[in-house]
């Protein structure tokens, strides 16, 4: 079955940074694109990141542009998300999101709390 675990979630000090990972298993992970997204409390669940199959091309939302990276291993199945800079407007359960062809899965989430 198609799963995906998020983890590297935490407690940082504003202008810290956290490196998100998503280990992908159940489908053909190389062939997909994959995406990041957020959710605060009393928030809608919004965009953060994407990547293309072959992590040739990606695209940011403008809250995060500059300061997050996303990357993927298509060896090892794994999706990433580099926060840098972070800024407590960043708090939000991160989760990890394929689009396969007929159905969307998304990870448990990982909470990502940035703070002093």
């Known amino acids: 079955q198609v799963q995906l675990v998020e983890s590297g979630g935490g407690l940082v000090q504003p202008g810290g940074s956290l490196r998100l990972s998503c280990a992908a298993s159940?489908?053909?992970?190389?062939?997909?694109?994959m995406s990041w997204y957020r959710q605060a409390p009393g928030k809608e669940r919004e965009l953060v990141a994407t990547?293309?199959?072959?992590?040739?091309?990606?695209n940011y939302a403008e809250s995060v542009r500059g300061r997050f990276t996303i990357s993927r291993d298509n060896a090892k199945n794994t999706l990433y998300l580099q926060m840098n800079s972070l800024k407590p407007e960043d708090t939000a359960v991160y989760y990890c999101k394929a689009l396969l062809r007929w159905t969307t899965y998304w990870g448990q989430g990982t909470q990502v709390t940035v703070s002093s």
């Open positions: 990547i293309a199959s072959a992590g040739d091309s990606t």
């Open positions: 159940g489908f053909t992970f190389s062939s997909y694109r």
